[in-house]
């Protein structure tokens, strides 16, 4: 399985929302690269409250920039900073929403991130 497939594969299992609750926490894994789409997947959805991380495989820094942290009178929900080569950055997890974001380093790097409502756990008969 390539690497974009077993990332995009990920993503969705980590989006599942069907699976029993046991207590292990899904994520959404998002990996920076240095050419078009940049960010892979480019668009991810995971359940809320689970975490996001995004992987830096590149040679170069890069950074997760929430758009609410340059637009005046939004929130800024995450900033990575600058991001090593090597490295990671992970947020706990987000409530419900689409969250456009960016590389400030590189303005051309843009994905778009959605929380959906986490299901509710299986109810104990």
Same mark, same amino acid.
């Given at each position: 399985?390539?690497?974009?497939?077993?990332?995009?594969?990920?993503?969705?299992?980590?989006?599942?929302?069907?699976?029993?609750?046991?207590?292990?926490?899904?994520?959404?894994?998002?990996?920076?690269?240095?050419?078009?789409?940049?960010?892979?997947?480019?668009?991810?959805?995971?359940?809320?409250?689970?975490?996001? =991380?995004?992987?830096?495989?590149?040679?170069? #820094?890069?950074?997760?920039?929430?758009?609410?942290? &340059?637009? +005046?009178?939004? !929130?800024?929900?995450?900033?990575?900073?600058?991001?090593?080569?090597?490295?990671?950055?992970?947020?706990?997890?987000?409530?419900?929403? =689409?969250?456009?974001?960016?590389?400030?380093? #590189?303005?051309?790097?843009?994905?778009?991130?959605? &929380?959906? +409502?986490?299901? !509710?756990?299986?109810?104990?008969?």
């Amino acid at each position: 399985m390539d690497r974009t497939l077993a990332i995009a594969f990920a993503v969705v299992v980590g989006a599942c929302s069907s699976w029993p609750a046991t207590g292990t926490s899904l994520s959404a894994q998002i990996v920076m690269e240095d050419g078009s789409p940049y960010y892979v997947p480019v668009t991810a959805t995971v359940a809320s409250g689970n975490p996001i =991380r995004w992987d830096n495989p590149t040679p170069t #820094h890069h950074t997760v920039t929430h758009n609410g942290c &340059v637009e +005046d009178g939004h !929130p800024c929900l995450f900033d990575s900073g600058p991001v090593p080569p090597g490295a990671q950055f992970t947020i706990p997890g987000l409530p419900a929403g =689409r969250y456009p974001y960016h590389c400030r380093i #590189h303005p051309i790097m843009r994905g778009v991130l959605t &929380v959906t +409502d986490a299901a !509710p756990a299986p109810s104990q008969l």
